[in-house]
């Protein structure tokens, strides 16, 4: 009697890492706490344009198989596609524009590079910046004043002058960090960097709730949903040259400069980690991720400086993935090098890369 194998499996085979699907779904899960943060803090408007957004998105997806008859709608990636642009769009920005640029941003994309394509450019980066340009008013202006800067508590102006509403928890935390975990490092943090922690109130979703993004970033770390290598490393040296050098061209003094503001206005958590460390625009060898993410912390220092230009961070990730497939070529051209002087270590003669992958 023939027996029937109905279940197909990759055991004793594993994957060393989550799959697109995983991956997608972690994204969600630790996008879902933001999106409820406005509905709690009654952000009516970004609500509504994180909706638009969505629905623009899955009906791209939509009309992009039906055109090409491609199925299935792999609904879940264009879902995370709408909300990542919803995050980046101000409250305020007309509701239709945004729907129907998203539509055709994400339709025309699917166009040109297929409908799972990841190409050079973070499709994200290129919508919100083509909506920047449809409707730059929409978009906030640099909370602090350049001349603000030639003070070291810079940030205390946007409290004193209500660009940023003080929470009324602020003073008692802030005195028990103090007391309790910063007296023993010899420092103080003085009020207002609770504030700006747990809402920024900035009018673009994304730049507000920094403690969701800090406890987002440890998730998708730890399921290795994001490229922790690049999104650190680039923090790490925009906090670095922050530091050194913020102040520096207002007459500050060198290592003065304020990294809690740089973090906490500028957008620079959720970029890190939500779009700069997403698979696909990176290069692949470590050298690679490496140069990527040191040139993408100097290049956010020298555009953003201490953080607070509202759509600047943007347009630094659009200059990390132009210079992204100049590295990977690169990469490629070390890679001929490394086996051209294998084979040639071995005794094998080849001349063209053609020769010496072929049957040499």
């Known amino acids: 009697m023939r027996q029937k194998y109905n279940t197909i499996t990759l055991n004793p085979f594993c994957c060393s890492n989550p799959s697109v699907n995983d991956i997608a779904k972690t994204i969600l899960i630790v996008l879902c706490p933001q999106i409820l943060m406005l509905f709690a ?6 609500v509504i344009l994180l909706v638009c957004s969505v629905f623009a998105s899955c009906a791209a997806q939509a009309l992009f198989a039906v055109l090409k008859k491609n199925f299935p709608l792999h609904i879940g990636e264009a879902v995370i596609q709408g909300i990542l642009i919803g995050m980046f769009l101000p409250a305020g920005y007309p509701y239709f524009i945004a729907f129907a640029a998203i539509l055709c941003i994400l339709f025309f994309q699917k166009l040109i590079f297929g409908t799972n394509a990841q190409p050079w450019a973070n499709i994200t980066v290129v919508a919100v910046i083509i909506m920047y340009f449809l409707y730059p008013s929409a978009f906030p202006p640099i909370l602090i004043a350049q001349e603000y ?60 709730f920094n403690m969701l993004t800090l406890i987002a970033s440890l998730v998708l770390t730890a399921y290795r949903a994001a490229d922790s290598l690049v999104s650190y490393l680039f923090i790490l040296v925009y906090a670095v040259a922050v530091r050194l050098f913020a102040l520096y061209p207002y007459g500050g003094t060198v290592g003065s400069g304020d990294i809690l503001l740089a973090f906490f206005t500028g957008g620079t958590l959720f970029s890190a980690f939500f779009i700069l460390g997403r698979f696909g625009t990176a290069p692949l060898s470590i050298g690679g991720k490496c140069v990527y993410a040191v040139s993408g912390g100097i290049i956010m220092f020298l555009i953003c400086g201490m953080g607070s230009p509202a759509i600047s961070s943007v347009f630094v990730l659009l200059f990390l993935n132009i210079l992204s497939p100049v590295i990977r070529y690169c990469e490629d051209v070390l890679y001929r090098l490394r086996l051209r002087a294998l084979l040639c270590a071995a005794g094998i003669k080849g001349g063209s890369d053609k020769g010496e992958t072929g049957n040499g």
């Open 41 to 46: 803090t009654k952000s009516i408007s970004s």
């Open 149 to 208: 800067f030639a003070d070291i508590g810079a940030s205390g102006r946007l409290f004193s002058e209500n660009i940023v509403t003080l929470r009324s928890f602020d003073k008692y935390v802030t005195e028990f960090l103090n007391g309790s975990i910063f007296s023993g490092l010899g420092v103080s943090v003085p009020e207002g960097y609770v504030t700006l922690f747990w809402d920024s109130q900035s009018l673009i979703p994304a730049f507000r």
